[in-house]
């Protein structure tokens, strides 16, 4: 899989990809990651991206040259699946729309900055708009690391066995259970007897048992 994100802050995307799951994926070569600042593709001496919105009103707009420009020299070298753009009155983010995209070939990820883009951008270049969460971030970048990541670690062979996404919370529309590493008593703490007893089966009825009551009480919606 490739990704290409274009964004006027490509330093505050360098690091998520340098450490940890992500940088072992990149390094394995099962995906991609290229930024993209969108400065460089600016039409005009100033190397503005930007400008004052038409009828007034505080904030800036991200204008469409630059980003017509970025966004066609890398359609004119591939396919893209999606264009998808980051912004807070996106679909919001799922385990569901991250578990498609990591199916996808290639695609394009556009950071919102300022106000936002010109609507134009949007009606002829972008294919999905997506949002983290109902609460508002200071641009798309943050939110775009999120969706990279969640996406990145579903891509068969980034994840061994034991840190597997079958068993992460929302994967089947339940919490996690309870989880318990050695020593099994600390400080009179005990680990439930259950998981110490050799008996899978049990083990697995227990934790299903915990995920369901632990949906029920944090995330009912989940069940519905
Ligand atoms: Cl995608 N962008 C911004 N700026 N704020 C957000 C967001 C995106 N998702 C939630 N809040």
């Known amino acids: 899989m490739r990704i290409d994100i274009i964004t006027v802050l490509p330093e505050l995307l360098r690091s998520p990809f340098e450490a940890s799951i992500l940088k072992r994926a990149i390094d394995k070569g099962l995906v991609e990651v290229h930024l993209h600042n969108l400065r460089d593709y600016s039409t005009n001496k100033h190397k503005n991206v930007d400008d004052y919105q038409f009828g007034g009103g505080a904030g800036m707009v991200m204008m469409v040259e630059p980003i017509d420009a970025c966004i066609s020299k890398l359609k004119s070298e591939r396919n893209y699946d999606e264009v998808i753009y980051m912004t807070p ?8 729309i991250s578990n498609q995209m990591s199916m996808l070939e290639n695609i394009i990820i556009l950071c919102g900055h300022y106000k936002g883009v010109d609507q134009r951008v949007r009606d002829h270049f ?5 949002s983290i969460g109902d609460y508002v971030l200071s641009g798309g970048e943050l939110a775009a690391a999120v969706l990279s990541d969640s996406i990145i670690r579903l891509i068969p062979g980034v994840l061994s066995n034991e840190t597997s996404a079958l068993t992460d919370s929302f994967q089947d529309n339940l ?41 029920k009480n944090r995330r009912p919606d989940l069940l519905e």
Do not use: M
Request: glycine share 8%; no cysteine; hydrophobic share 30%.
């Open 89 to 96: 009155d996106g679909e919001t983010l799922n385990q569901g």
């Open 126 to 130: 972008i294919t999905r708009e997506i």
């Open 175 to 215: 919490l996690s259970p309870p989880i318990y590493t050695r020593p099994s008593d600390y400080k009179g703490w005990q680990v439930p007897e259950v998981l110490l007893s050799g008996n899978f089966a049990k083990i697995d009825k227990w934790r299903e048992d915990k995920a369901i009551e632990h949906t």
